[in-house]
């Protein structure tokens, strides 16, 4: 079925639709990971978004049953240059094209994504529809939308829940969470509660934890006022770890500013240097802001890691406080795991703090 993608500058992709058959509009964006198409499809940062992968061929292992890391994806459609006549892969449960009808996103295929991406890297990430007909109705629609400020609100746990252990007691405050985050403590053995993104500072420290991690999600970090007040409130009480957009927050709590970038960084092939000890790893990263350099106070926060390639703030640790936080995605999926030990060292501040106030 013969389907177009319209970008708000009034450009005009023809293509193949595939997946749902439905109209979707939202913010188009690109990803520049070679695989682990399911876990970006299924990643709620995207939530709103179109997302445009610059890989040429998406779907050829198909959609298994291990790599989810959310259970209900919110994005709102996927760009491809081409997808297989028939993927195969042994863990391999549907296809791309099926999962996508299951989950009501629609597809598009046979667009040129390199030209798709020029654009976008030349003019920043804008809004772009996925329709029948790129008609003049289509274009006011697609000029009329206005992008939601309540993101995190509509992907958040609506209730706490647990993922039981016997471990430390980890507090997950969830802005969008990855599945893979709860893995990584999970393999620590920690006692896990998720909490909805509006959760105080006093319902946090009722529940006596050990450690708070701070998630990533969607959208503009001054969105969530509600969070940079709670991070206020537990700093200094007890260890935090901010990833992704828990990063921004606890910039943000801590009198830094953020910035909305021009195409952001989405893929995991992201070289960041350590500061103190010049180690590169290769990370994975999706997100649209950033932390402003010039706004960090060097009194309060050190600046533990910057991008290579466009020195981005990427980590920051609290000079007085046990809390520190990275742009990138530690627990990865998809890509490298060069930076996992940092959940080590999540674990091992918790162990210290604890043991300082013994």
């Known amino acids: 079925m013969k389907r177009y993608l319209i970008l708000e500058d009034g450009t005009i992709f023809a293509g193949t639709g595939f997946g749902a058959p439905i109209v979707s509009t939202g913010e188009i964006v690109f990803n520049t990971g070679m695989s682990g198409y399911q876990e970006t499809i299924t990643d709620q940062s995207y939530n709103g978004q179109i997302i445009a992968f610059t890989y040429p061929l998406i779907g050829n292992y198909g959609v298994n049953r291990d790599d989810f890391e959310s259970i209900k994806p919110t994005c709102k459609g996927v760009v491809v240059h081409e997808t297989p006549r028939l993927a195969n892969n042994w863990r391999m449960n549907m296809s791309l094209d099926d999962f996508l009808k299951q989950k009501n996103i629609p597809g598009i295929t046979d667009i040129d994504t390199r030209a798709l991406t020029r654009r976008l890297r030349d003019k920043g990430t804008m809004k772009a529809s996925i329709v029948d007909a790129a008609d003049d109705h289509a274009f006011d629609q697609l000029k009329a939308l ?213």
């Open 146 to 358: 206005v992008l939601p400020k309540n993101q995190v609100q509509q992907v958040s746990t609506a209730k706490p829940y647990p993922s039981p252990a016997s471990g430390r007691n980890i507090i997950v405050i969830d802005f969008g969470l990855k599945h893979s985050i709860l893995r990584e403590l999970s393999k620590r053995n920690c006692n896990i509660t998720v909490l909805p993104y509006n959760t105080s500072a006093a319902e946090i420290l009722s529940l006596d934890p050990d450690g708070v991690m701070l998630t990533n999600g969607p959208g503009d970090p001054e969105d969530v006022p509600e969070a940079i007040e709670m991070i206020k409130g537990i700093q200094g009480k007890v260890p935090i770890f901010g990833i992704c957009l828990g990063h921004q927050l606890f910039a943000l709590a801590n009198g830094a500013k953020t910035y909305k970038m021009k195409f952001g960084h989405r893929g995991f092939n992201h070289p960041v240097r350590e500061v103190a000890t010049k180690r590169i790893d290769f990370t994975a990263q999706n997100h649209g802001y950033a932390v402003a350099a010039n706004s960090i106070d060097p009194q309060n926060l050190l600046v533990t890691h910057i991008e290579i390639n466009d020195q981005t703030i990427e980590g920051l640790r609290h000079r007085q406080y046990p809390a520190f936080s990275v742009q990138f995605h530690p627990d990865a999926a998809p890509g490298p795991h060069d930076a996992v030990h940092l959940f080590d060292e999540f674990i091992d501040m918790i162990d210290n703090f604890n043991y300082r106030q013994k």
